[in-house]
């Protein structure tokens, strides 16, 4: 009995851990030369972070409205050494579809596996729905996580501010980080125009 149920437990946490991971969710980054392929869609956004000595960083939860799949944009490359980074024009490949910006998260460099997660609520410009069209570009605006220290009890507490951009300036940084996307169709569901 004792080596059954030994089985049984080593199982399940087998199957839980595979659960557990966020490795097929976060997205890599796309190279600067990056060409555009039509069969896919590709999100792009400006992301800003300060370094984490805890190794954890940020990403943005993309939500497919009708296959439930989901994609995480990471706020900026990984680097080795210890960095801030502000402002980084980043682009991720997914397949064409509806989409939502439906939460954001933390997660462990080292592991990718999430260590938070907070939704968004859904009646907001920041997750309002749009359509990926083949080949076409969706610019999500600027997102920039925000801590703060609840000297009390000695806890923090992160949020994301999302900055809003124009049409024009959402094509111009485009442009200027993905050169080869120039004349791909550029969507920009948030900007102020």
Same mark, same amino acid.
């Given at each position: 009995?004792?080596?059954?149920?030994?089985?049984?437990?080593?199982?399940?946490? !087998?199957?839980?851990?595979?659960?557990?991971?966020? #490795?097929?969710?976060?997205? %890599?980054?796309?190279?600067?030369?990056?060409? %555009?392929?039509? @069969?896919?869609?590709?999100?792009?956004?400006?992301?800003? #972070?300060? *370094?984490?000595?805890?190794?954890?960083?940020?990403?943005?939860?993309? !939500?497919?409205?009708?296959?439930?799949?989901?994609?995480?944009? %990471?706020?900026?490359?990984?680097?080795?050494?210890?960095? @801030?980074?502000?402002?980084? $024009?980043?682009?991720?490949?997914?397949?064409?579809?509806?989409?939502?910006?439906? $939460? *954001?998260?933390? $997660?462990?460099?080292?592991?990718?596996?999430?260590?938070? #997660?907070? @939704?968004?609520?859904?009646?907001?410009?920041?997750?309002?729905?749009?359509?990926?069209? %083949?080949?076409?570009?969706?610019?999500?605006?600027?997102?920039?996580?925000?801590?703060?220290? +609840?000297?009390?009890?000695?806890?923090?507490? *992160?949020?994301?501010?999302? *900055?809003? +951009?124009?049409?024009?300036?959402?094509?111009?940084?485009?442009?200027?980080?993905?050169?080869?996307?120039?004349?791909?169709?550029?969507?920009?569901?948030?900007?102020?125009?």
């Amino acid at each position: 009995m004792n080596k059954s149920f030994c089985i049984v437990a080593a199982l399940c946490m !087998l199957i839980l851990s595979g659960c557990a991971s966020d #490795r097929g969710l976060i997205q %890599p980054i796309l190279l600067s030369t990056q060409v %555009p392929a039509m @069969d896919s869609g590709y999100l792009a956004g400006n992301f800003s #972070r300060k *370094w984490d000595s805890n190794k954890s960083s940020f990403g943005l939860g993309i !939500l497919n409205t009708v296959t439930a799949e989901e994609y995480v944009i %990471p706020f900026g490359k990984e680097t080795d050494l210890p960095t @801030d980074i502000s402002d980084e $024009y980043d682009m991720i490949q997914v397949p064409p579809g509806e989409y939502r910006i439906a $939460y *954001w998260i933390t $997660y462990s460099i080292s592991e990718q596996v999430q260590t938070s #997660r907070t @939704d968004f609520p859904i009646d907001t410009v920041t997750s309002k729905a749009f359509t990926l069209d %083949p080949g076409g570009v969706v610019f999500l605006g600027s997102f920039v996580p925000e801590m703060k220290n +609840h000297e009390a009890d000695g806890t923090r507490t *992160w949020t994301i501010q999302h *900055w809003r +951009h124009t049409q024009r300036s959402a094509q111009k940084a485009l442009e200027k980080n993905y050169p080869e996307f120039k004349a791909q169709p550029l969507l920009c569901p948030s900007c102020i125009e």
